[in-house]
């Protein structure tokens, strides 16, 4: 009776909004009918619930979120959120590396809130910190914005090591590069142009290449990349300015650096 | 003394509650409350080299990127002195198009309808109005498709920058979107039958309505600010019109105008003030739905987008239809030399009038940058509609009047992202 009710379950998913351009979900909803069946065969929890109590034996299956938290409200929301899920995944780049945003953690941090406000009193201005930093986080949706294919083609794996407590799935090691052959998009790096492509986790179809934008690492480092090699390389296309700047708009700039400082064996 | 707080508002772009003192029924004063502290973008981009600035400015918000993307690359062009090709200009008015379409659709079908036929949820919406939830799914997923072949991406387009484009569509792809726009039509039309049976709250309130005038252009991404009250001024004279604050303790900017009075943006505003410039359908459209000009009814904003829906479509397919014939080796961006410079742009977006001012050194990296969205200039205003139109309900049980008051938020159309950036 239980085993057969388990079957037919479906997800109890939370998707979270903390602070971001909302690309993410809007990549979900673009979907279309796709969405709504998804939608459908799917519960979706409101956001009240995280609030209430009562409800806190009930779980979670999947909690999805977006963003980084900028506030004490939204820290909280995420702590209660970890609490209350089986598995937290994080949507895209801001909430896994810290986005556009996380920018501003490479400037005098007062100034970039003086620029935009006249107020600052009252406005939190602490440095931009990634989902991870307060919560375990079970998978990644990386790149800005997600993939809403391999959105697609992940959850029934998710749903499915959650039900049977198999490994979770992961994103195969392969590089932008694969991608850009797969679609015969020329390597910018025989032009001498610089390009991320070889560092950085496949699986966007190469998108920014493709339209004539070198990769600019949205979706993170691949975690078999030798870092240190390729910026090493790199740098002999770029100043170390215009590499730093490349690496800082999605977040990326802390990690090379981490990576970097490891010597090789 | 009663106070209405609702923590966060479904549906809309971006977080926001609303704070509402309510006294026997009379709403007091309403205002927008937002927590947490902005994402801080134009502090990022100052000190950044200009080809940044649209891949930074577009993610202020996922459902308006292609405007930001678009006034963001306008603002350093002018700001620089570059000029670009005629096919360059016909792409990106395109990519707007698309971006209207998609927007609108995504507003009036899937955030506002299911409060005005009192249905529960979007799921529930689309069980129970199949048909034309399949209508509203096509028209907006042609509306991406125009992005996507120009820009290389629905959200946060990639191929757009500073002095045209990196890759443009081949004669396939507009061939292609000249068919679906063509075949859209009739669809769109018919949903828009769909819309006009639909009843509408009865509430009017006086209001002045802003938005770019250019000769023979509905939308336009540049020209004179005017309004149905007289103003009539160039975009780059503006600052001395109207200017942005913050109030202290918010995180939220607005804008008010010389009146220190609220204003409206949008197509409510675009319609009032030159509906003579839309195209033939959406003219026809307009004129069967019998609405007296001047309209003050926020809620006929959601008939106006749908208005503006049919004008994009045809207006898509017009410029597919010249540029099928160009050289489209014109776009793509040749080498420029450039200046220093600083200037104020606009460009109509769908949720009004979006103002970027820009300085640039002679390096080409960003000086100095103010972003002023249309919901950062609504604001005030919805928050004027909304304390009089809950106010004229006589409306005394609580959960009513936030049930009303949601409603009415939704159909205003905000983007908080865009409002906090």
Known sequence: ?265 | MNNININHIRRIEGHTGFLASVINGDVKSAKMAMRGRGRLIEGVLIGRHYQDMPVIAERICGICSVAHNIASIKAVEDAMQIKVSEETGKLRKAMMCGHFINSHAMHLFFITLSDLLDIENDLKLAEEYSEETAMALKIREYGMEIIKTIGGRAIHPIANEVGGFKKVPSEEEIKNLIMQGEELLPMALKLSEFLKKIKMPDFSRPTEYICLEKKGEYLACDGDVVSNKGLHVHADNLKNKFHEFQRPKEILKRTEGDGKSSYMVGAIARINNQSDKLSMCARKYLESLNFKLPDYNPFHNILYQMVEIIHCIETSVKLMKELAHADMQNALTKEFVFQEGSVNVAVESPRGTLYYWVDVDGQGFIKNVNIITPTAQFLTHMEDDVAAFVSGTAEKDKKQMEKKMRAFIRAYDPCVNCAAH
């Open chain 1, 1 to 265: 009776m239980e085993s057969a009710e388990t079957k037919t379950k479906k997800p109890r998913i939370a998707i979270v909004n903390l602070a971001s351009c909302e690309g993410c979900q809007l990549a979900l909803l673009d979907l279309g009918e796709k969405f709504i069946n998804f939608a459908n065969n799917v519960e979706l929890v409101d956001l009240k619930f995280l609030e209430d109590e009562k409800n806190s034996r009930e779980k979670i299956d999947m909690a999805f979120v977006e963003g980084s938290p900028m506030s004490e409200a939204e820290k909280k929301t995420l702590l209660q959120l970890r609490e209350k899920s089986k598995l937290l995944i994080v949507l895209g780049n801001c909430a896994a590396m810290g986005g556009v945003p996380e920018i501003s953690n490479y400037r005098e941090q007062k100034q970039t809130a003086k620029h935009t406000y006249r107020y600052i009193h009252g406005i939190k201005n602490e440095p931009i910190q990634e989902v991870d930093n307060f919560v375990k986080v079970d998978f990644t949706f990386p790149g800005c914005p997600i993939s809403a294919e391999e959105f697609m083609e992940y959850f029934p794996m998710l749903w499915e090591s959650l039900e049977d407590g198999q490994d979770l799935p992961k994103i195969p090691d392969k590089s932008v590069c694969v991608e850009c052959k797969e679609k015969g998009i020329r390597c910018y790096l025989l032009d001498g142009k610089p390009c991320f492509g070889s560092m950085i986790l496949g699986g966007c179809s190469a998108v920014c290449p493709s339209a004539g934008l070198m990769c600019q690492g949205c979706r993170g480092l691949r975690p078999g990349a030798n870092v240190k090699n390729i910026s090493k390389g790199l740098k002999n296309m770029m100043t170390e300015e215009e590499f730093e700047n490349v690496a800082e708009i999605y977040g990326l700039r802390d990690d090379i650096e981490a990576k970097e400082k490891i010597m090789p064996l």
